[in-house]
């Protein structure tokens, strides 16, 4: 079913004359208008006002020709409410934070540490057990982690500037189980602007010691929505392959930018690609997601874990979309994408800007559920603001980021219709190319390049020969593959050897659970070696980090086999 609304005829062009033509239709005009419905609700998850909104998105899809489906499920989500703060006899403005704790009902008193960086080994010979620290930066899961770990009651966290940002702290990614409830925050949490950050520092140099936290948050299971649209191929085989398109639903306040111009681009792109339904080699499944901004990533760790082996058998790649068309956001430079799909994003972005995609590393953020199952992914943010050496404030999506004020006066049309374009592009040719636009040599060559420092560090005391010729044989027969076989093989080869090689770059190897919501280093299977090159030969350390990196070896050469039979 083509649908109501399909805005290009089709065409017998060759492909790069059909995207060409689909790209020109892009329409800044209808992704407003979209945005204009979506900028009238609020969106907390699992709120009706959050359903509401949806339905209009689901509306539409069905329009076009998806079939959809709400599917309602049970979720860890927290509400901040009301929050205050009192030291001596001055009152101030604050926020608390979604998935810290409530105060106790007369509120938390406590004494005052000043603790700018947050960091353990700057700790005050006292320490901080049971105080409430005064620390400098937007709250952040990672903080919140190590000060729960050392006791603190409380945290007043300083903002960069005048605007204070809400934020999720959990370090925990979806609803927590019973093995990671333990990590969930277990102090009060609040933050305060700049200004007010001074006049707190000023009190403490003058004597005041102890500071009142008020902080409500409703935190509990509740039942949130997920839409999934699906369209096959035009002509689909059984089990066929398919993209993913995704993005968050879930705000906080009015959420224009973020989400709701991801979500009217997911609209307009799914529109152009549906009208030229008839070139499509795999299928697409769209999800709009609850629980992404307060309940840490909750409905997407859901669905994963809900449809896990149809995502393992079936899915080529994830497209994540996340506050594109912000006004002023000529950046596109830095947005994350793994390294199997970074010529597909390069290309896109080049065409559209002129700008040449630095390969920033896909980080723990927008959604990103599916890299433990091993499936390449790319973008949540696409456009961002340029760097400002003056400014204190670092992320990229502008100053009314997660603020009442990201509202409908902060998207610039053109920008959206540029995001738009670029991602029409990199969702068209992952449906429609003959061979999968993922590039398998790539992360090869990064594990490489990982690997070489390494050795020469290790030298003669451990030997990552073995893990060398593996990656040989591994694009060798990639080369061998691509030279004789036809588009299926190697199209099952790239699907499935991406598993292997996207587990290796992007988590620790378990891939049945979802690594926390945390930094990881480039490469985490190779810690263990890593710690190992820094360790004196001889010493306790080295023979306990041998341990490790033997075990670290082994794993990285089975998912190399893998790999590599993946393609004989």
Same mark, same amino acid.
């Given at each position: ?89 001055? /009152? ?18 406590? %004494? ?51 605007? !204070? ?63 999934? =649209?699906?369209? /096959? =191929? ?32 997911? !609209?307009?792109?799914?529109?152009? +690609? ?11 499944? !769209? ?21 896990? +082996? ?18 002023? =956001? ?15 994003? /390069? ?27 091993? !499936? ?29 004020? %990201? ?64 990656? %040989? ?96």
């Amino acid at each position: 079913m083509m649908g109501e609304h399909a805005a290009v005829k089709l065409m017998s062009e060759p492909d790069g004359a059909v995207l060409g033509d689909l790209k020109n239709a892009v329409s800044g005009v209808r992704m407003m208008e979209t945005l204009d419905h979506l900028a009238r609700f609020t969106k907390l998850a699992g709120t009706p006002s959050e359903r509401e909104s949806l339905e209009g998105l689901r509306s539409q899809l069905a329009n076009i020709g998806f079939e959809t489906s709400v599917l309602e499920h049970d979720a860890y989500i927290s509400l901040p409410g009301k929050a205050s703060l009192q030291i001596a006899s001055a /009152a101030y403005a604050c926020i608390t934070h979604s998935m810290g704790i409530s105060s106790p009902a007369d509120g938390l008193t406590a %004494d005052l540490v000043d603790l700018p960086s947050g960091r353990a080994d700057d700790l005050p010979d006292s320490g901080v057990a049971g105080k409430v620290v005064v620390i400098d930066g937007i709250a952040s899961p990672d903080v919140t982690r190590r000060m729960t770990a050392l006791g603190v009651a409380g945290i007043i966290h300083v903002s960069p500037h005048e605007h !204070i940002h809400e934020m999720c702290i959990s370090p925990v990614w979806g609803s927590p189980s019973m093995q990671t409830m333990k990590d969930l925050p277990a102090c009060v949490v609040i933050s305060v602007s700049a200004t007010t950050g001074l006049s707190i520092r000023e009190q403490m140099s003058k004597g005041a010691q102890r500071a009142l936290i008020h902080a409500e948050v409703d935190t509990g299971w509740r039942k949130t929505p997920l839409l999934v =649209a699906e369209m /096959a =191929a035009d002509e689909p085989a059984e089990e066929a392959p398919f993209v993913l398109f995704s993005g968050h639903h879930d705000t906080w306040y009015y959420g224009v930018m973020d989400n709701g111009s991801a979500n009217a681009c997911m !609209i307009e792109v799914a529109r152009l +690609a549906v009208s030229q339904r008839a070139h499509w080699r795999r299928s697409l499944r !769209i999800c709009i997601w609850s629980g992404h901004s307060q309940g840490r990533y909750s409905g997407s760790a859901w669905y994963v874990d809900q449809n896990w +082996a149809d995502f393992d058998r079936r899915c080529v790649a994830h497209v994540n979309i996340d506050s594109p068309g912000g006004i002023g =956001a000529g950046n596109l430079k830095n947005t994350g994408v793994m390294r199997s799909l970074r010529p597909l994003a /390069a290309r896109a972005i080049a065409q559209e800007t002129g700008q040449v995609l630095a390969g920033k590393p896909k980080v723990r953020s927008a959604d990103e559920s599916l890299q433990g199952i091993g !499936i390449p992914s790319m973008f949540g943010s696409l456009s961002g603001q340029f760097p400002d050496p003056e400014s204190k404030m670092r992320n990229a999506l502008g100053w009314w980021w997660h603020t009442p004020d %990201d509202l409908i006066d902060k998207i610039d049309e053109a920008n959206l219709v540029r995001d738009a374009r670029i991602v029409l592009e990199c969702v068209w040719r992952l449906l429609s190319e003959e061979v999968l636009p993922i590039d398998i040599f790539a992360p090869l060559e990064g594990l490489r390049s990982a690997l070489l420092p390494l050795q020469e560090k290790l030298d003669a005391n451990f030997d990552l020969g073995m893990l060398f010729a593996r990656i %040989d044989a591994a694009s060798d027969r990639l080369r061998a593959l691509q030279e004789n076989s036809a588009p299926p093989s190697i199209n099952s080869a790239i699907m499935r050897a991406s598993r292997e090689l996207v587990l290796l770059e992007h988590s620790r190897g378990d891939r049945f659970v979802h690594e926390p919501a945390l930094a990881l280093p480039a490469w985490p299977v190779l810690e263990p070696l890593r710690i190992l090159s820094e360790a004196a030969p001889g010493t306790d350390s080295f023979h306990f980090a041998m341990v490790d990196a033997v075990r670290a070896r082994n794993r990285i050469a089975w998912h190399l086999e893998r790999a590599a039979a993946c393609m004989a």
